[in-house]
Antibody
Framework: EVQLVESGGGLVQPGGSLRLSCAASGFTFSHYWMTWVRQAPGKGPEWVANIKHDGTDTYYVDSVRGRFTISRANAENSLFLEMSSLRVEDTAVYYC???????????WGQGTLVTVSS | DIQMTQSPSSLAASVGDRVTISCRASQNIGSYLTWYQQKPGKAPKLLIYAASTLASGVPSRFSGSGSGTDFALTITSLQPEDFAVYYCQRSFDAPQTFGQGTKVEIK
């Protein structure tokens, strides 16, 4: 059974940093593109970033480029999102998701809440 | 960036109704269009990918159509468990933008 479990969310002040993790199991992690998607309270999902199966290519939405870094550790079946210079508008539930094909996201975690507030 | 616009934003329908949700891309995206269903407190669920391919385990009353800039999700014979919010997403090229969502409510 495919499982994705996010962790690392919490309350952080504006300008602060946070590192999210996603533990994957039930599939060969190193074979798949992985994605972070966030959803602000009461809003629709927003695609944040994705990373190629071998970590050699990464892509970001403009609003986080230069502040967020997506990475992965295939030996540990783990995906990460390093977030810095956090803003109030980064407040959201952050999901990690596994690609099926061409960016269609087949499996999702339960999400981890990041709250940016003073 | 390519924008994805869904219509309507919400609709009210009855069990057994046929429902169609539209999604328009601001530029040609070929068939790189994905549909999700989301229920409160849950992650989105993949329904349709590549514009018209049904994801594994999704009931056949769901179907997708379109290519280029205009797409549609159709639910034939709406069931009680289908009341949810539906999102389209431009896939493949970054940023893989989501539409703003269509809420399907009970009439």
């Amino acid at each position: 059974e495919v499982q994705l479990v996010e962790s690392g969310g919490g309350l952080v002040q504006p300008g602060g940093s946070l590192r999210l993790s996603c533990a994957a199991s039930g599939f060969t992690f190193s074979h798949y593109w992985m994605t972070w998607v966030r959803q602000a309270p009461g809003k629709g999902p927003e695609w944040v970033a994705n990373i190629k199966h071998d970590g050699t290519d990464t892509y970001y939405v403009d609003s986080v480029r230069g502040r967020f870094t997506i990475s992965r550790a295939n030996a540990e079946n783990s995906l990460f999102l390093e977030m810095s210079s956090l803003r109030v508008e980064d407040t959201a539930v952050y999901y990690c998701a596994r690609d099926l094909i061409h960016g269609a996201l087949q499996y999702w975690g339960q999400g981890t809440l990041v709250t940016v507030s003073s | 960036d390519i924008q994805m616009t869904q219509s309507p934003s919400s609709l009210a329908a009855s069990v057994g109704d046929r429902v169609t949700i539209s999604c328009r891309a601001s530029q040609n995206i070929g068939s790189y269009l994905t549909w999700y269903q989301q229920k409160p407190g849950k992650a989105p669920k993949l329904l349709i990918y590549a514009a018209s391919t049904l994801a594994s385990g999704v009931p056949s009353r769901f179907s997708g159509s379109g290519s280029g800039t205009d797409f549609a999700l159709t639910i034939t014979s709406l069931q009680p468990e289908d009341f949810a919010v539906y999102y389209c997403q431009r896939s493949f090229d970054a940023p893989q933008t989501f539409g703003q969502g269509t809420k399907v409510e009970i009439k």
